[in-house]
């Protein structure tokens, strides 16, 4: 040893032993009950919104499906058929408003009420669209052009009703 040098008289340092990620600390408890909560959340919003969007979907498909047959077979499809099932379906679902705010049957009201949630109603296609099923087919002249918009307009159409279907079953709620 060298009585000169101080530094060898000095013991090693010893380390401590390494701390284990097990248990965690209270913080990553807190986390991890948090990020549990925002997935049982996310599950739950996921959810809701599928079964409140479910009925608007299945019409949606139902005029993709019949908008991919007129596209495939245009000459064997009449714009009077396709007008009479679009209106049906778009009757259908509107039957899915709270009662109050059911249309009567006429031509009408229905293209009154309608034309609150479309501006399309009011040009010579929505005119077309509306009074198929109620006028007389001979004084009818639907072109492939209508049935085009027809297909381009109806689904916005369902959707501005399906936002006001939500906004009245709030209201009816409170």
Same mark, same amino acid.
């Given at each position: ?14 380390l401590?032993?390494?701390?284990? %990620? ?14 549990l ?13 599928? $079964?409140? !969007?479910?009925?608007? $979907?299945r019409? *949606?498909?139902?005029? $993709? ?18 007008? !009479?099932?679009?209106? *049906?379906?778009? $009757? ?11 249309v009567?049957?006429?031509y009408?009201?229905?293209?009154? !009420? ?9 040009t010579?296609?929505?005119?077309? %669209?509306l ?8 004084? !009818? ?34």
């Amino acid at each position: 040893m060298n009585p000169t040098d101080p530094l060898a008289e000095l013991k090693p340092l010893m380390l401590p032993e390494p701390t284990g %990620f097990w248990p965690p600390g209270p913080g990553w408890w807190l986390l991890a009950v948090l990020l549990l909560a925002v997935v049982v959340a996310a599950g739950i919003y996921g959810v809701l919104f599928y $079964r409140k !969007h479910k009925i608007k $979907r299945r019409y *949606l498909a139902k005029i $993709r499906d019949l908008k991919n047959q007129w596209q495939m077979d245009r000459q064997n499809f009449s714009p009077l058929k396709i007008n !009479h099932q679009l209106n *049906l379906w778009l $009757r259908e679902f509107h039957m899915e408003l709270p009662a109050p705010h059911w249309v009567s049957g006429d031509y009408r009201s229905w293209q009154k !009420h309608l034309g609150n949630f479309s501006d399309w109603i009011s040009t010579p296609a929505g005119y077309h %669209f509306l009074g198929g099923p109620y006028q007389n087919p001979v004084n !009818h002249a639907v072109t492939q052009g209508d049935v085009a918009i027809w297909f381009e307009e109806v689904p916005k159409l369902l959707a501005n009703l399906s936002n006001a279907k939500a906004q009245l079953t709030a209201e009816a709620q409170s």
